[in-house]
């Protein structure tokens, strides 16, 4: 987590210019692992200056050799240590902006009191009028209670704040849907479902994130079933669809049949569930789960109900035993557990051009360069390795999607199409182990998913709306 790879802070000072010159400082700075690269003097006095020191660090470790012996020297007094992310939260990341300016009465009159009213009864004869007379028509709510914040944990709702604050910068500037980060003070399921049903007149859709399992699933199942709204739990769902789109490719490479492959999937929450839905969806016949108990096996007793539906819709064999029984003869790993259960034998006992999926984060089942020789292609859920498994690729194109069709759901068969449109941005010939997925930063990749997102909707007729493109406004 401490991977600072030569950023800086901003170490701010006030130094006392009778006990102490300035060179001092730097060269303390310059002893315990930091390189100076801008000094600004804040403010002048009789007696003291205040600076920003700006310093470049390679670890956390620097940074606290660094604080300790600055607080040690006599003479300077340390105001506050930030850096870059930390200053670029300031505030929060996101705002509201005016579509149209209010520059007279007149205007006044019409974005409020008196003429609104004539918007409202408009709305009220019609429901639907929502979807054009107000933000509803491209507009998310990105909900979460904080309990399950991707390498953190259960933090609670403020701490979570920051991680939806970035979600909903991805949502516009990718795709263009308006979002806003909604972050729970309760973890009671009831609760937190009365609430989104409660909010959920001024969205067009709703995106759950960060929520532990098994909480979530009945929270999306009963929200899906209860809202007319798409409702998306994207740990789930989101890295489903990328997986799928990674697997799509790498199966391209080592010529084998999606039909014919056997796939062990370790870790069985959310991510695992939703990953094995869209595969058995997808048409993988072999897919066996494994968790801390080993094989999830039909008729067994698991403290998870999921598991149940897991165990008996999956397994066909009844493989019994841990992951290094049951990944013998295997084409495929996909891991979303924890660092290191992944061995090198492992691999080795699987079967000829293993395709290896190791997606836990900060640390994969296995690092990659472990198993670069025997492995065929390798993913991870990392951005310093090729082939990351980023929920990036997906949630904006499918919430512009289902937006622009006013889709009551997105089902199985929206997620599938989502995952075959990631997967052609890359042209077969430019396939390779290296390459199976594109970046997050492809311009294609919003447009493609959204335009399948639409088919697959209009297909299933869960749309209400069919774009002009597709022969009806």
Same mark, same amino acid.
Request: aromatic share 6%.
């Given at each position: ?138 507009? /998310?709510? @990105? =909900?979460?209670? $904080?309990?399950?914040?991707? %390498? ?7 701490? #979570?704040?920051? !991680? ?96 014919? /492959?056997? @796939? =062990?999937?370790? $870790?069985?929450?959310?991510? %695992? ?7 058995? #969806?997808?048409? !993988? ?116 999607? #289902? ?71």
């Amino acid at each position: 987590m401490n991977n600072f790879g030569g950023k800086s802070i901003i170490l701010r000072l006030e130094l006392y210019t009778e006990q102490i010159n300035f060179g001092q400082v730097i060269t303390v700075i310059n002893e315990n692992g930091g390189d100076v690269i801008a000094i600004d003097v804040i403010q002048m006095g009789e007696d003291s200056t205040i600076r920003d020191i700006t310093v470049t660090v390679s670890d956390q470790k620097h940074i606290e050799q660094i604080v300790i012996a600055i607080k040690n020297l006599v003479g300077v007094r340390l105001i506050h240590v930030s850096d870059r992310t930390f200053l670029l939260h300031l505030g929060g990341k996101i705002e509201t902006k005016l579509k149209v300016p209010i520059q007279n009465r007149e205007d006044l009159s019409r974005v409020y009191t008196p003429d609104v009213a004539r918007v409202c009864m408009a709305i009220h004869e019609k429901q639907e009028n929502a979807y054009n007379l107000t933000i509803k028509r491209n507009t /998310v709510a @990105v =909900v979460s209670d $904080g309990s399950a914040v991707l %390498g953190l944990g259960n933090i609670g709702p403020y701490s #979570a704040m920051p !991680v939806m604050e970035g979600k909903s910068m991805l949502f516009k500037q990718f795709a263009d849907v308006d979002s806003f980060p909604i972050c729970l003070n309760t973890q009671n399921v009831e609760e937190i479902i009365a609430t989104i049903k409660h909010i959920s007149p001024a969205f067009g859709g709703i995106n759950l994130e960060d929520i532990s399992s098994p909480r979530c699933f009945e929270i999306e199942e009963r929200l899906r079933n209860e809202l007319d709204i798409p409702v998306f739990h994207d740990d789930q769902h989101g890295t489903a669809v990328v997986l799928f789109a990674g697997l799509i490719n790498a199966l391209k490479i080592v010529g084998k049949s999606i039909s014919d /492959v056997k @796939v =062990v999937v370790c $870790g069985i929450g959310a991510a %695992g569930i939703a990953c094995t839905k869209i595969l058995l #969806a997808a048409g !993988v016949k072999e897919i066996i789960g494994v968790d801390r108990e080993g094989a999830l096996v039909e008729g067994g007793k698991f403290e998870n109900p999921m598991w149940e539906w897991y165990a008996k819709h999956t397994n066909r064999n009844l493989s019994l035993g841990s992951l290094h029984d049951v990944i013998e003869g295997a084409d495929v790993f996909i891991g979303l557990s924890r660092g290191g259960v992944l061995k090198r034998e492992d691999v080795q006992k699987m079967a000829l051009q293993p395709i290896v999926f190791c997606m836990a984060n900060p640390t994969p089942e296995i690092l990659p360069e472990e198993i670069e020789d025997i492995a065929a292609v390798i993913a991870t859920g990392r951005s310093d390795y090729p082939n990351q498994i980023n929920n990036v690729l997906c949630f904006p194109g499918i919430f512009r999607g #289902a937006l622009d069709c006013r889709a009551t759901t997105i089902n199985e068969e929206m997620k599938l199409a989502a995952a075959q449109a990631i997967a052609s941005v890359i042209p077969d010939k430019a396939l390779n182990k290296l390459y199976i997925i594109p970046s997050v930063f492809n311009q294609d990749v919003v447009k493609l998913i959204r335009d399948s997102v639409i088919k697959a909707a209009i297909q299933t007729g869960v749309a209400r709306r069919i774009p002009k493109e597709y022969g009806k406004a």
